[in-house]
């Protein structure tokens, strides 16, 4: 299975088709690099573009749908719903199979030199890969958007990392970042109860004292008179999975309520998954290229 | 990732290093097809092959090995320790990745077919292949070994499922069959006590009335000073890890003694994992297909 780098960038174009093609068509041009998706929304005039592969052809499908958008897409013309500062607004890269965090920053600073160089586009680390707190959420980056762009790239703590000291009129300013992976995780309860939904999801959270890389929300699923503890895992490797589902669990017994279950929602590391045959069946020393799957194209 | 077919094709030689290079090479030589192994002993004069791939091609490298093994090697000048009957011994069939048990059960009969008619040798479908429950077990239909083998295939129940019904001089006769992936599941617990190991193993194994696709053992680890149940989990789809890890340990429970480990011995399937995961947290509507890794060669 080898190594698998994960990129999911967003562009400023959701209404034009051939636009939108041209940009996913350098995607699906790369050998070793498999698109999964995109998905375009008109009113946020955007497009979300989600491919795998080999990590350096990870780039290259990287660069060259950014070097498309920077020639298709008018920044100065650019209208939507959603907070934007570049036509390749931002490209996240994600280590999936067998490579580390440091290893997708490492790539996403060599991806960053290269847009600021040869497209002449100032690029901002964020994330894992950025180069002071400041600059790890992307919304502080964006924050005045395309269009304070020009004045905030002159503050000495808004300099790119990467890339010209000033716009690029056309293209604008993109981040470029490694993160983890997210897994959308819910977990059920057997009450229609919301305020013990709310009361669980306050308990495991990171903002309010729970677990560092889980966010969670108490909400109802009217269709079947349950309610649910709704989490986005932003990094299983620090916070696994069977640890939250544990300790809601846990919470929720205080309350007289059982899990019923729970929902993986779209794509999901196989890792993630792992961990926790490994933590329930207390595996000792399991090694992931045990895995036949992981062997086949190593 | 796509389907994945596993081959672990048995040669009758283990000594002579160029003859068992050449029978490697027809693996190596197939596309799409991955060695994963291949091991000789001396003693028994027979190498064991492992390889995964695309289930047609896997087909097409199977064949190949098994006619260079009839043309290299002769059976009536085959000596060692272990029970034989052809040139290629046996060669089970193994649904990995995306395939039911019927289909390898399938592509058994097509690869024991073409080896029948385009080699002309004898070959017996075992396992869940088998075309009686008497020839089931690989065993039986060894019997004799190759030595035995020009009378037997003359007996009416003894006929071949395919190839002609007398003995080929040279490669002998050849089983074909499907089988599910073998797991090595150990579970370890905290006693020197050997009698509750085998207590526990004669609970949870099927010949003795427990889970019915399982084997079990009560042994010794000594350096460790503790016992262990030690498993062969021969249909994870039907006998899953997980069901007989809790019973083993509430089995343990009732002597007082705690499960502190399990241990996966060698290479296992990513969904016998997958699925003690959806055990464990109650996952509700899991598709494979969202595991990331088995969307990057589909």
Same mark, same amino acid.
């Given at each position: ?8 960038? /967003? ?8 636009? *939108? ?6 995607? %699906? ?15 946020? /005039? ?7 592969? &080999? ?15 920077? !020639? ?19 490209? +996240?890269?994600? +280590? ?23 497209? /002449? ?13 400041? %600059? ?10 395309? &269009? =304070? $762009?020009?004045?905030? #790239?002159?503050? !000495? ?5 990467? =890339?010209? /000291? ?12 490694? %993160? $983890? ?28 004292? @729970? ?9 109802? *699923? ?8 709704? $989490? ?8 696994? #999975? ?7 669990? %846990?919470?929720?017994?205080?309350? @007289? ?5 729970? !929902?993986?929602? =779209? ?13 329930? #069946? ?5 090694? &992931? ?10």
């Amino acid at each position: 299975m080898a190594r698998i780098l994960q990129c999911v960038p /967003n562009f400023s174009e959701g209404r034009n088709k051939e636009v *939108i093609e041209a940009i996913v068509d350098e995607v %699906r041009k790369v050998d070793e690099v498999k698109l999964l998706d995109y998905s375009s929304d008109k009113d946020h /005039n955007r497009t979300v573009v989600t491919f795998i592969g &080999e990590p350096e052809r990870v780039l290259e499908a990287a660069f060259n749908a950014c070097k498309k958008a920077s !020639e298709l897409i008018d920044m100065t013309k650019h209208i939507g719903e959603h907070p934007r500062m570049g036509a390749t607004d931002v490209i +996240p890269l994600i +280590p999936i199979s067998d490579i580390t965090e440091e290893y997708a920053i490492e790539m996403s600073k060599k991806l960053g030199k290269r847009i600021g160089e040869e497209l /002449n586009i100032p690029v901002y680390l964020y994330e894992k890969s950025a180069s002071a707190p400041h %600059r790890e959420n992307l919304a502080k980056i964006r924050k005045g958007q395309y &269009e =304070g $762009m020009a004045e905030k #790239l002159k503050e !000495e703590e808004w300099a790119p990392d990467f =890339g010209p /000291n000033e716009l690029n009129i056309k293209a604008g300013v993109t981040a470029v970042g490694a %993160r $983890m992976p997210l897994v959308a995780f819910n977990v059920n309860l057997d009450t229609d109860d919301l305020s013990i939904a709310k009361k669980i999801s306050k308990a495991v959270r990171g903002s309010s004292g @729970g677990f560092a890389y889980c966010k969670a929300l108490g909400i109802e *699923i009217k269709e079947r008179n349950i309610v649910q503890v709704s $989490m986005n895992m932003v990094d299983y490797t620090k916070t696994p #999975l069977y640890r939250v589902f544990d300790m809601i669990e %846990r919470e929720a017994n205080r309350y @007289g309520v059982n899990v019923i279950g729970s !929902e993986i929602i =779209g794509l999901v590391p196989m890792n993630a998954l792992i961990d926790c045959t490994n933590y329930y #069946l207390k595996v000792e020393d399991f090694d &992931e290229s045990q895995i036949l799957e992981k062997r086949i194209f190593e």
